[in-house]
């Protein structure tokens, strides 16, 4: 009887090659944002699944045995997002790892990155503390988590890599920062996808860590001028002894032709070295690696058929949404339950010459307007899916507020309590749009930074 696999992130660049590989080995559920609307491979069961939201997480990963976890939040999911990449990853990542727990997943496969070994963990770019983050989540919740972390991942359309392969096309000389004289171990495509399989429902794997790369060790700036090779293009590429971060990801972004959204946080990584740790290689099977020009070959041959996806429903969503993430400090462990009472008690504080909080015996709660009747906005307390370490608060009114349908306000304990989320997600404003973003965005903003501050005075 074949496997059973939840894949998160199936329609991205290791998802899709995942799919195309294994998916006469596998039993393969695919999740995605959108809805099908037609598949033209059977075999694989494409679900729509908002991994915002836990029981859509729930109910998406019903009937799996094991889970591949490819999730990385780089681009936005409504018109508004407030809040970075790293504070939404957990997010996401806690969401899975709540629904994993609920459908009894015997594992969780996680693709991250190497991490630097000659820094300690606060000194690292916010890229790879995001990614250790991610991993330490997924487990939180006694789940076994195989935990694969690579570097760049040489592959036809792979994000990182098609920097590499733009910068090539596109400058006759490079000139390379000091960062480009970093150590890296890059991993083929078709290496990484094939450990990735040798560790579904292989139990020697579960709550271990590995590091998987090539054993060829090349610098960023040897695997340009090799990439040249390959390609056939007469580069000069030579290196010059600064160190500008800042320079780098506009250069990169630039003539990288990708967005800045996903270079900034890579290029902030690559001040970093990047091997396998001995300790941590992967040696459960030996693997034939392919070397790095093999790799880079097999990426840009143009008789690879890239990976086809289904037909999604682009049916229009509601235009004007928003999302708010911020983490909140937590050094004193205070339980999601403490910090949802007390900003219901300092919101008012904080506007109490404006702003007045009427809340009833069952939890609800409204924010009042000086002497208005009518609520600014009215927060229903969702008693049976909220617990000490999570309070949701659905956005059922308000004359700021256009649709009480749908839209939700949390707050949750997040590594083990060591931070806390503040989350605002499908809210939709009733100001127009150019109104809302200069006034009530901003505004929510500022309330949040000093809720923030306001928390910090809880310190040890």
Known sequence: MRKTIAIAGAGGYVGRWFINQYKD???IIALSRREVISNPDPEVEWRSVELYSITSTVEALKG??????????????TRLNQGNFEDTDLLLADNFSRAAKANGIKQIIYLGGILPKEVEEIEMSIHLKSRLEVEQTLGQRGIPVTALRAGIIVGPRGSSFQMILNLVKRLPILVCP??????????????????????????QVYGKIFEIGNPEMLTYKSMLEQAAEVMNKKRFVFSVPIFSVGFSKLWVSFFGKSPKKLVYPLVESL???LTVDPDLEF?????????????????????LEWPSLPKFNDKSEIRNTVRSIQRLPNTRHHSALWVANRYKVWLPFFFRLLIKAKANEKGDIGFHLLSFNKPMLQLTWIPDRSDVKRQLFYITGGWLVKRFDYGWLEFREVLGGKFMISAIH???????????INTQAKAHLFVMNNFKKYLEKFKD
């Open 64 to 77: 799996v045995d094991y889970a591949i976890y490819l999730i990385h939040s780089m681009s936005a999911s």
């Open 25 to 27: 080995k596998y039993r």
């Open 178 to 203: 000091k960062w480009t004289l970093s150590n890296t171990q890059a991993i083929s495509l078709i290496d990484a996808l094939k450990i990735i399989d040798i560790c579904v429902g292989n139990e």
């Open 426 to 436: 499908e809210f939709v404003p009733r100001l127009p749009w150019f109104l809302y």
């Open 283 to 303: 040696d459960i099977e030996e693997i034939q690696y392919l070397s790095y020009k093999e790799s880079v070959l097999l990426a840009i041959d143009p008789n």
């Open 271 to 273: 001040k970093h070295t």
